[in-house]
């Protein structure tokens, strides 16, 4: 049983009378264990598909499973929780509040889920030591290098104990010897046990991942054909 189930989802915009087919019957499995990028150039496809897999927008048609659940019928309520119990967002840009400290950013989703202060304290504290950052918990985003604040970013991420892990981009904003640090950091998460699904335009960010998913016009293709040719991409 995958943990994710997409099944024939379809998504089209209407804009300025004409039909955009932005996801046309997209399938695919993720399981308990993977590392998969979805790779593809700008206008392919990939913030919504990330919308559909992050439960930030429905599809039009097809079905969505999470652990079972399927999130296509769900109303924006129940889209909601779902997204904040199963989903941990990892971001181009951090998205960190610049007035909270790193140990502050990362129990914002802890408080969402009702935890006491002291459980929140440890579990945010917990998470910043998976990251490397448990020095700096008292640290502003402002008094943090970018690979460090995406590193927060990530124990944010992790601390709501997600499904899956969805990263846009995360390396978009960082310099090439932090955008490795940042993979091998979400390499060895997955070493561990986390399922993550990390969105690109960049093939050397891409073939990080165990599988690669190649998304083109709103369709999928994976492990297929000469489509690793950079030109293709
Ligand atoms: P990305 O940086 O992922 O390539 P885009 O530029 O494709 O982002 O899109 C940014 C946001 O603007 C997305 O959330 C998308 O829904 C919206 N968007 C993209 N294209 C259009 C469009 N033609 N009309 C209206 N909104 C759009
Ligand atoms: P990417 O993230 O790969 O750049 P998007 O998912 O943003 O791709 O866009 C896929 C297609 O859907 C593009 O043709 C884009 O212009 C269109 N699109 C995306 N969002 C919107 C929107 N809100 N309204 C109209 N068209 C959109």
């Not at 009378?17 to 399938?27: F, P, R």
């Not at 989903?87 to 140990?103: M, S």
């Not at 699904?197 to 599988?211: G, N, P, S, W």
Request: aromatic share 6%.
């Amino acid at each position: 049983q995958p943990v994710i189930e997409i099944k024939n989802l379809t998504k089209t915009y209407e804009l300025g009378g004409e039909t955009i087919h932005a996801l046309e019957d997209v399938s695919l499995h993720i399981n308990d264990g993977d590392f998969i990028s979805i790779i593809g150039p700008s206008g392919s496809g990939k913030s919504t598909f990330m919308n559909m897999i992050g439960c930030l927008d429905k599809p039009d048609s097809g079905e969505y499973l999470i652990e079972g659940k399927n999130v296509a019928k769900m109303n924006d309520n129940e889209l909601a929780t779902i997204r904040n119990v199963k989903i941990g967002f990892i971001f181009q840009n951090f998205n960190l509040l610049n007035k909270l400290t790193a140990l502050e950013n990362v129990e914002l989703p802890l408080i969402y889920r009702g935890l006491s202060a002291k459980d929140r304290k440890e579990k945010a504290l917990s998470c910043l030591k998976l990251v490397g950052l448990e020095d700096r918990w008292g640290h502003l985003p402002t008094q943090l290098s970018g690979g460090q604040q995406q590193r927060v970013a990530i124990a944010r991420a992790l601390a709501g104990d997600p499904t899956v892990l969805l990263a846009d981009e995360p390396t978009g904003a960082l310099d090439s010897k932090t955008s490795n640090d940042v993979l091998q950091l979400l390499k060895q998460l997955n070493e561990k046990g986390h399922i993550i699904v990390l969105i690109t335009h960049d093939l050397e960010v891409a073939k990080q991942a165990k599988r690669i998913v190649r998304i083109h016009d709103g369709q999928l293709y994976e492990n297929g054909g000469d489509w690793f040719e950079p030109n293709r991409i």
